[in-house]
């Protein structure tokens, strides 16, 4: 009897905790099913604020409006679009221009800075004034004089060896002086030059204008002595038309002291055309050979001059010849000829308003 109520009561058990697991399945059933319903509704509740809200913009800014606000929104955001294409191109366009205008300024600079021509060098005898002048023809007699007279040479002989030693030695005096003729400078200077009939040189206002509009330094380079050189360009009217002055006394010593000189290998003393005259006229006036224009009337001053590097002029003559860059039938056909040197100028050079002129001496 107690097994069979053991039994009935072990089964009793068994039935309740299985009503037990059928009531909490069906709890959850329940409670998820309550949960879909509710997210359902907050969906609901959400697509409907938004139909509200889409109501209540219309109502307030209107379709025109509206569509307007949407056309404003797509052509801006285009337009940035292009803006930023066009933008990255003009400013590609601007860094290439920007360079091209660099180089352009650059090269410009560097023309301006660096013109071909930096001296203009200048003869005096029979350059600035022509040889027709009669001034070289008396020159030359008073040469002729002073070796007569005062040197005591045969008359017979003086005219050729006058020429001889003129072509040996550059000039006549340095000739002499080289064959063992002693005399004193300044009182050949004063017998050849002292006599010359200087009122047959007349003011040349048309070869002053061309110097003076002649932006560019230029500088006399004569054999000649420094009062012969003053005379002339004072006659000429172009005492103010250089800023240096190389002559005998620059590259000699007044007091027949040559012994500075001893080692030239054809002179005592130092004079054009030899290349030993140009050195130190390049080094006393601070020359740049390469960066100038000699002119002059002499052929042989100029070929030799073109092998120290000088750009040459030959005054007087009518067509070039070997060695001579340019040919000039009159200083006065300067800017025909040479038009470059008006335009080849540095613009912030201006002309030296020196009053009188200066002389290395
Ligand atoms: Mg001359």
């Known amino acids: ?24 399945v069906r709890s959850a059933e329940v409670a998820n099913k309550q949960h879909l319903e509710g997210v359902k509704k907050i969906a609901k509740l959400d697509a409907e604020r938004r139909r509200l809200s889409g109501l209540v913009w219309k109502k307030l800014l209107g379709p025109t409006a509206l569509a307007q606000m949407k056309l404003d929104l797509t052509t801006q955001t285009y337009d940035d679009l292009e803006g930023v294409k066009k933008i990255t191109k003009l400013n590609a366009e601007r860094q290439r221009l920007r360079g091209l205008n660099k180089m352009e300024h650059e090269d410009s600079y560097k023309r301006v800075l660096e013109p071909k021509y930096k001296c203009l ?7 600035l004034y022509p040889l027709s002048s009669g001034i070289s023809a008396q020159c030359t007699k008073n040469i002729i004089d002073y070796m007569i007279e ?120 130092v004079c054009k055309p030899f290349e030993e005259a140009y050195e130190q006229a390049f080094k006393i006036a601070n020359i740049n050979p390469q960066k100038t224009l000699f002119f002059d009337d002499s052929v042989r001053n100029l070929q030799t001059a073109k092998l120290t590097g000088l750009h040459t002029v030959w005054v007087g003559a009518s067509h070039r010849t070997k060695g001579i860059d340019n040919a000039l039938e009159s200083i006065h056909n300067m800017k025909e000829a040479l038009p470059e040197l008006w335009e080849d100028v540095k613009p912030d050079i201006r002309y030296s308003e020196k009053t009188a002129i200066e002389v290395r001496v």
Request: aromatic residues 8%.
């Open 150 to 269: 005062k040197l005591g040479i045969d008359e017979t002989k003086v005219p050729e060896m006058c020429i001889s030693l003129y072509k040996e030695y550059g000039t006549t005096m340095a000739g002499l002086r080289a064959i063992g003729y002693d005399f004193d400078y300044d009182d050949y200077h004063s017998f050849v030059h002292g006599k010359l009939p200087y009122e047959l040189l007349n003011h040349d206002p048309v070869l002053r204008n061309l110097l003076r509009s002649l932006p560019v330094r230029k500088v006399i380079f004569s054999n000649a002595n420094e009062a012969h050189v003053a005379k002339v360009l004072s006659r000429l009217g172009l005492e103010d038309c250089f800023d240096d002055i190389i002559c005998f006394e620059t590259l000699n010593s007044t007091n027949n002291d040559n012994k500075s000189n001893v080692e030239s290998p054809r002179s005592l003393i």
């Open 1 to 24: 009897m107690v097994i069979q109520l053991s039994e009935e009561k072990a089964q009793a058990e068994a039935e309740i905790e299985m009503l037990k697991k059928n009531i909490s």
């Open 121 to 127: 060098l200048f003869d005096v005898d029979d350059t």
